[in-house]
């Protein structure tokens, strides 16, 4: 779980080689080096007023009833100070800036089954950074310490667009991840990163809740190579209750990512009491069968008492097991289950002759028999980007 690391405690990690529960070591030693180097990068035109991490957004427009921003659809009407729901956007002499760029309170390397995602590149490694700030409020957060603060309470590192770059080739990633809290909140730095990270031929990738605006994904997308969406729920209303968001937005970013071209993949936290409904799930699988996704790897994961809903149980097996059952049924071809060490449906299997294609022990490949990107015994394409 990503978490809070102070300047102080990031340098030490570096220097006592402690940095496994927030960066490595590496990381730490190299990112040290930036801290006091990014002045020359500062945002184009921050406010003084604000703080040196600001950029004006690119999409918002003025209203009436004041400046609206137009990224995701909460699509805030702030007036003069007002903070977006997100935290990471306010309104400085009638524009609409960010206050999360080039800030990040969270760095980490990691092995990219971590996003999750099963088929692309496997056994790489993913730069993976975050600011503070989400544009939902879920109630289920595993990481609120973050997601549910302003990048103005967390202890942020310097680290601006074209670092970010060289922070991952240094380390020897081949892709950067924006993941954690929700990288739409950020959507000014992510983007201005990807362009750096593409240019670099490095790969991007978008962990989030999916719940953007159209024009700016599209525009996102001419830089994102993959992407790992939280589908989290098929019911409106669960979707106000539970995270403070809405459904169809999401269907809708999934679509997009596909005629993109963005490698996808889904997964689906399973909330006793509130996501776990046999018939729910299935109306689900079938949207996305009938939808063009059936060859789309879709993970169910289970639930860990967090937050706001400490008092409920962890997701029992058997309602996982279930799920990926309904998941197959309706024709998905690659599922998985999640937070389950030691689950035979960490695997991959071929979906013709049914024999392991990659075998997994957490986020750990322990075989792969893909070749060429297909099944070495049968010869059935997986789909996936593998190589």
């Known amino acids: 779980m990503a978490r809070k690391i102070s300047k102080r405690d990031f340098l030490r990690y570096s220097i006592l080689g402690l940095g496994a529960t927030a960066v490595s070591s590496g990381t730490a030693r190299t990112l ?4 006091i180097n990014s002045e020359s990068e500062a945002a184009a035109g921050p406010v003084a007023d604000l703080g040196k991490y600001t950029h004006e957004s690119p999409y918002y427009i003025q209203t009436a009833r004041g400046v609206k921003c137009q990224i995701c659809p909460n699509n805030c009407v702030l ?26 309170c969270s760095v980490h390397v990691d092995p990219i089954e971590k996003k999750p995602l099963f088929h692309y590149l496997p056994s790489s490694h993913s730069f993976s950074i975050a600011t503070a700030g989400c544009t939902f409020a879920c109630l289920n957060c595993q990481n609120w310490e973050i997601s549910q603060e302003s990048p103005r309470k967390t202890a942020n ?41 593409r240019a670099r031929g490095l790969k991007n990738i978008l962990v989030s809740n999916g719940f953007i605006n159209e024009k700016p994904l599209r525009d ?13 729920g098929f019911n409106e209303e669960i979707y106000e209750k539970l995270n403070g968001g809405s459904l169809q937005p999401v269907l809708n970013s999934l679509k997009i990512l596909k005629e993109e071209g963005v490698w996808l993949e889904i997964i689906n936290l399973v909330v006793p009491g509130w996501t ?16 063009g996704f059936q060859d789309t790897p879709l993970s169910f994961s289970r639930f860990f008492p967090l937050y706001k809903l400490k008092d409920l149980p962890y997701t029992p097996i058997d309602i996982l097991e279930k799920a990926r059952e309904i998941a197959l049924k309706a024709g998905i071809k690659f599922v998985y289950i999640g937070n389950v060490p030691g689950s035979s449906a960490e695997n991959t299997y071929c979906p013709n002759c049914k024999k392991v294609v990659i075998e997994r022990k957490g986020f750990t490949i322990l075989n792969n028999y893909i070749k060429d990107s297909a099944c070495k015994y049968c010869g059935t394409k997986i789909p996936g980007v593998w190589n």
């Open 276 to 291: 776990d409904k046999p018939d729910m799930i299935t109306e689900m699988c079938d949207w996305l069968a009938k939808s």
């Open 220 to 232: 996102l997308c001419k830089y994102l190579d993959a992407s790992s969406i939280n589908l989290k």
């Open 32 to 35: 040290a080096k930036g801290m």
């Open 157 to 197: 590192i310097d680290l601006m667009p074209s670092k970010v770059m060289e922070e991952a080739v240094q380390n020897g990633c081949r892709s950067v991840a924006y993941t954690y809290a929700e990288p739409i909140a950020f959507y000014e730095y992510m983007y201005d990163s990807a362009r750096f990270v």
């Open 79 to 104: 007036k003069e100070g007002q903070e977006t729901l997100c935290r990471t956007h306010v309104v400085k002499d009638g524009k609409l800036y960010s206050i999360a760029y080039g800030n990040p």
